[in-house]
């Protein structure tokens, strides 16, 4: 048969199912569980460094204020993995073996004594009993504090739901960035003017971060973006920018009128939560649709057998 004589017998494959079923499940982690877990370590990993910082630079209040933030959040976001995880004994088995490789094996022995170091810190700073360990425990936690804020970061790009796992290197960058407007918001709200200066900077750092992150995550990922951009995730993700840049906006004011610092305080808090809650939904949206799945292999085998060429 000729080549002009030639048709194709059956039309292109669509994939839209696997059998009638998307080919990657939703993850199965609760909602709004989990979200609040990648928010609050997050808040506490920044707010565990910046007291440590405050300590060895004499500003009492900041340090007092990350020191309970540190306390609290990390307390908070174990309560909320173990609800997620449904009983207290699976968290305890997670701590059973350390395996370098899986990065949850990991994260769950960041979590554990960042958590006991925080709690010692703060109450410490709450009593005033037992001062130099109260110290020391908090120069732990502060050193255990920028893992706590990117290790859910690494978890999720773990995984295989795409539009986590294209964006296993911007996911760090963002969740550090967020993780740092987010102590900074705890103590803009919470220090008095004298101090918040060390904050605003940390908090403009991370904004900075923050919004670099998110506008890769949009436009930097080829198909794995669209998630991002779209319905739920893409509002969320949008009012997270917009709080963001009011509150950096803000913090410039922090020092001369203590209002704009209460009010810059709570758009960063408000941002970290659109954030985690944003980048999560944006997972399970990727889940939902074959194409983000078959699109970038099919893109990945293509690029491989012209390399090869």
């Known amino acids: 048969m000729s080549p002009r004589r030639e048709r194709a017998m059956v039309e292109p494959a669509e994939f839209r199912s696997y059998y009638g079923r998307p080919i990657l499940k ?13 928010f609050l370590g997050g808040a506490a990993g920044a707010s565990a460094s910046l007291a440590a910082l405050a300590d060895a630079t004499g500003r009492p209040e900041l340090a007092k204020v990350g020191r309970l933030a540190a306390s609290g959040g990390s307390i908070a976001s174990v309560v909320a993995l173990i609800h997620d995880l449904g009983k207290p004994t699976r968290f305890l088995n997670m701590l059973r073996v350390l395996k370098p490789t899986s990065p949850l094996s990991v ?12 709690a010692v810190s703060a109450f410490t700073a709450l009593t005033g009993r037992f001062p130099r360990l109260g110290r020391l425990a908090g120069v732990g936690a502060g050193v255990l504090g920028p893992a706590m804020c990117t290790y859910t970061a690494v978890l999720l790009a773990d995984t295989a739901t795409p539009s986590w796992h294209e964006a296993h290197g911007t996911l760090p960058v963002l969740f550090a960035g967020s993780a740092l407007t987010s102590g900074a918001g705890v103590a803009l709200i919470s220090v008095p003017r004298k101090e918040n200066g060390p904050v605003v900077r940390a908090g403009l750092a991370g904004a900075v971060a923050e919004l670099a992150a998110e506008h890769h995550l949009e436009t930097g990922l080829g198909l794995a973006s669209e998630p991002y951009r779209t319905g739920r995730a893409g509002r969320l993700l949008k009012a997270a920018k917009v709080l963001t840049a009011a509150g950096a906006t803000l913090s410039l004011a922090a020092r001369k009128n203590r209002a704009a610092g209460v009010v810059a305080g709570a758009a960063y808090l408000a941002s970290g939560l659109c954030t985690r ?22 893109e990945r085998l293509a690029a491989k057998r012209a390399g090869r060429r």
């Open 107 to 118: 994260g769950s022995w960041i979590l554990s004594p960042f958590s006991g170091l925080a």
């Open 277 to 298: 809650f944003g980048v999560y939904a944006a997972g399970v949206e990727s889940t939902k649709d074959p194409k983000y799945v078959v699109v970038p292999q099919r």
């Open 26 to 38: 939703e993850p199965a982690w609760k909602q709004p569980d989990v979200p609040l877990y990648l």
